[in-house]
C-alpha cells in the first residue's frame, strides 16, 4: 500500500513538473514482475547485471536494496562497469576500495519510487542515499534521456516489489569538487576566482559540512572571462578598479564584496528548481534574483521599472547545472548586476493578470466579461473553490469610470461559506522602501470591511467599500481624510482609500492579501469591485496624476 501511494504521487508530481518543459522524452513502460524485489530482479539477469550485483554484494547494500520499502535504482549494466574499470585502472570491482565503491553505489540510489515521468530538464525532486541530487535531461536529436550528463537511459520504469530499475549505459559518478574549487579548475572563470578569493567568499564555496556537521548548499551564478569582456572588463584588475570601492574586498560593505555575495543563491537550486519561484534571495543582505521563464529560455532580474524596460540576464542552460560537492553552479550569458534603486510609484492594475490579457477576445474589449476558476490565474488565489472572480470591461453605454474601463470583481463575504473570506495576489516588482498604500475602488450601498495584509503583514486602516469621501474637501484636505480622487470625474463614484504605510524590506515581488473582517449589515452585497493598488513612495505626490477611462494618465 505504501509503495502504491508513493507511485501514486510520483505520477501526479511527475505531470506536474512536465508542464513546464515541453521536451520530449522516450518513455520505456516495461511491466516486470512485482514478485521479487530490486535485487533479486537483477540476478535473474547476470548478463546484464552481474558486475552490479558483486558490488552490490561487497558493500553490504544487498540486504536493505533487497528488503521491502520504496527505492529507485539507476543501474549500470555490465559493460558500464566495464567503462568504468578501465577508467579508473582496475581490472575488476573486487579492486575498487569498498568505501570508495558504496558512495559511488549509493549516487545511484534513490529512497523513493521516481518513474520517468517525474524526469525534468533538471535536477530530479528527490536526492540520492550519497546525498547529491541527480539530474535528467533529454537529447534534442533522439529524444533519449540523459542521467547526470554522464549516462543514457537504455531501459526504464522496470518495475519490482520494492521501487524501480532504470537501466543506464555509464557507471554515474558523483561531484569530487566544491563549488569554489570547480571554478578554480576552471581556466575561462580565472576572474571570479580571483574575486572570491579577495573577497573572502571562496572559503565560503569551499565549505561543504558546517560545525554542526550538517551539509551547507549553496547555488553560484557564473560569468565567464569571455562575459566579463563583453562587459568592458578584460582583466581582474579593470574588474576591481570598476566595483571595489573602498579598496578592501573583504568588507562586507565593499561593492564587489556585495557583487559577489549577489551571485550566490541559498540552498541547491538547479534550474528546475530556479524557475519554481518568482525569486531569490542572496547572500547579499536583502536583495533578490528574479526570474522569468520565456518558453525554454530563462531570464534573470527582466522587469520594467519606472516605466522602463531591463532586459533579463540569459541563463546558459547547456552548461548550467553543474553540481558540486556542495551545491550546484549556472552560467550567465550576461552580466547579472545588483542595481541600487530609489523607491518608484507602482500602479498595480489587478485585473492585468497574464492570462487574462492573452484572452485578446476579451481583454479590454468593450462589454465583456470573463469567470476564472480557482487555479487559472497563476498569481491570484483565494479561499473558496466554488466562488469565482470576474473580468470585467465595461460597457460603451456605462457611467461607471474606471482606469482603463476594466476592473476586477471578487465575492467577499465574512463567514460566509458560500463567498471568499480572503483573495490575494502577487504584486508587480516593488523596489525596498516606504509606501503609502490605496486601494481604488468603485463605491457600493452595500459591501464589506476589508483588511489588506502586505507579505502577512495587515495594514495599519481597513477599507470600507461602502465609505464615501467629503465632497466639500479636496487635495491635501481630502488626503488628510486618508481618501483622494484618482479619476479626471468628481462626480464618479470610483474612490481610493488608504491603508497605511507598508515597509518593503526587500526588491521583489510580494503577497497582497484582501480579507474581509466584517459585513455591512446581514443584507450585505457579497462582490467587491477593485480597479487598481498604488504604491506610492511616502515622499511623493500622493494625488497625482488622475486617470482617464481610456488609460491615460493625467498630470
Known amino acids: 500500500m505504501k509503495l502504491l501511494q508513493h507511485l501514486k504521487w510520483s505520477l501526479c508530481a511527475g505531470f506536474l513538473v512536465l508542464g513546464l518543459f515541453a521536451c520530449k522524452k522516450q518513455q520505456f513502460d516495461l511491466l516486470t514482475t512485482t514478485d521479487v524485489n530490486i535485487v533479486d530482479y537483477l540476478r535473474k539477469s547476470p548478463d546484464q547485471y552481474s558486475e552490479l550485483v558483486k558490488a ?7 540486504p ?3 528488503a521491502y520499502g520504496t527505492y529507485t535504482l539507476f543501474a549500470p549494466t555490465n559493460d558500464a562497469f566495464k567503462i568504468y574499470l578501465k577508467e579508473i585502472g582496475k581490472n575488476s570491482v573486487d579492486d575498487v576500495d569498498v568505501t570508495v565503491l558504496r558512495d559511488l553505489l549509493r549516487l545511484h540510489i534513490i529512497s523513493d ?3 520517468s515521468t517525474s524526469f525534468t530538464d533538471g535536477k530530479l525532486y528527490a536526492p540520492t542515499m550519497q546525498g547529491q541530487f541527480l539530474t535528467t535531461g533529454v537529447v534534442p536529436e533522439s529524444g533519449a534521456t540523459v542521467v547526470n550528463r554522464q549516462a543514457l537511459a537504455l531501459q526504464l520504469n522496470m518495475l519490482t516489489g520494492n521501487g524501480y530499475v532504470h537501466t543506464v549505459d555509464h557507471v554515474l559518478q558523483p561531484a569530487t569538487l566544491s563549488l569554489a574549487k570547480q571554478i578554480e579548475g576552471n581556466a575561462k572563470y580565472s576572474i571570479i576566482t580571483q574575486a572570491l578569493k579577495e573577497t573572502g567568499w571562496f572559503d565560503t564555496l569551499n565549505t561543504i559540512v558546517t560545525a554542526d556537521t550538517t551539509r551547507r548548499w549553496r547555488t553560484f551564478l557564473l560569468e565567464s572571462d569571455s562575459v566579463l569582456k563583453v562587459a568592458g572588463f578584460p582583466t581582474y584588475a579593470s574588474f576591481k578598479a570598476k566595483y571595489s570601492n573602498t579598496g578592501n574586498p ?7 564584496n556585495l557583487y559577489i555575495a549577489y551571485h550566490m543563491l541559498f540552498d541547491i537550486k538547479y534550474i528546475a528548481d530556479i524557475v519554481s519561484f518568482t525569486s531569490h534571495n542572496t547572500y547579499a543582505p536583502q536583495q533578490v534574483v528574479t526570474q522569468l521563464l520565456e518558453g525554454q529560455s530563462v531570464l534573470l532580474n527582466q522587469a520594467t521599472f519606472n516605466n522602463v524596460f ?3 540576464i540569459l541563463m546558459n542552460r547547456a552548461s548550467s547545472d553543474i553540481p558540486a560537492t556542495n551545491g550546484v553552479l549556472h552560467n550567465l550569458n550576461g552580466q547579472l548586476l545588483l542595481k541600487k534603486r530609489d523607491p518608484f510609484r507602482v500602479d498595480f492594475d ?26 487559472q490565474l497563476k498569481d491570484v488565489t483565494w479561499q473558496n473553490v466554488n466562488s469565482t472572480p470576474q473580468y470585467t470591461s465595461e460597457p460603451a453605454t456605462t457611467s461607471n469610470f474606471y482606469w482603463w474601463d ?12 458560500a463567498a471568499n473570506n480572503w483573495i490575494e495576489f502577487k504584486t508587480p516588482l516593488i523596489v525596498k522602501g516606504k509606501y503609502k498604500v490605496w486601494v481604488c475602488f468603485r463605491r457600493a450601498s452595500v459591501g464589506q470591511f476589508i483588511q489588506l495584509s502586505f507579505d502577512g503583514n495587515p495594514t495599519p486602516k481597513l477599507i470600507n467599500l461602502t465609505s464615501a469621501l467629503n465632497g466639500a474637501l479636496a487635495g491635501p484636505a481630502l488626503e488628510a481624510t486618508d481618501y483622494k480622487r484618482y479619476t479626471i470625474v468628481t462626480t464618479s463614484n470610483n474612490y481610493a482609500m488608504m ?5 518593503v524590506a526587500t526588491t521583489d515581488r510580494h503577497t497582497l492579501r484582501f480579507t474581509c473582517v466584517r459585513d455591512q449589515g446581514s443584507g450585505a452585497n457579497n462582490t467587491s469591485t477593485v480597479d487598481f493598488v498604488q504604491f506610492i513612495p511616502v515622499d511623493q505626490d500622493q494625488l497625482r496624476p488622475l486617470y482617464g477611462r481610456d488609460g491615460t494618465i493625467l498630470q
Open 310 to 312: 531591463e532586459k533579463g
Open 350 to 375: 489587478i485585473a492585468a493578470q497574464p492570462e487574462i490579457i492573452k484572452l485578446t477576445s476579451i481583454y479590454r474589449k468593450v462589454g465583456k466579461t470573463q469567470t476564472f476558476a480557482l487555479g
Open 250 to 256: 573583504k568588507l562586507a560593505t565593499d561593492s564587489l
Open 64 to 66: 536493505f536494496l533487497n
Open 499 to 503: 491603508a497605511g504605510v507598508i515597509d
Open 113 to 115: 519510487t521516481v518513474r
Open 56 to 62: 552490490l554484494d561487497k558493500t553490504n547494500i544487498s
Open 406 to 417: 476594466d476592473h476586477f470583481d471578487f465575492n467577499m463575504r465574512f463567514g460566509n461559506a
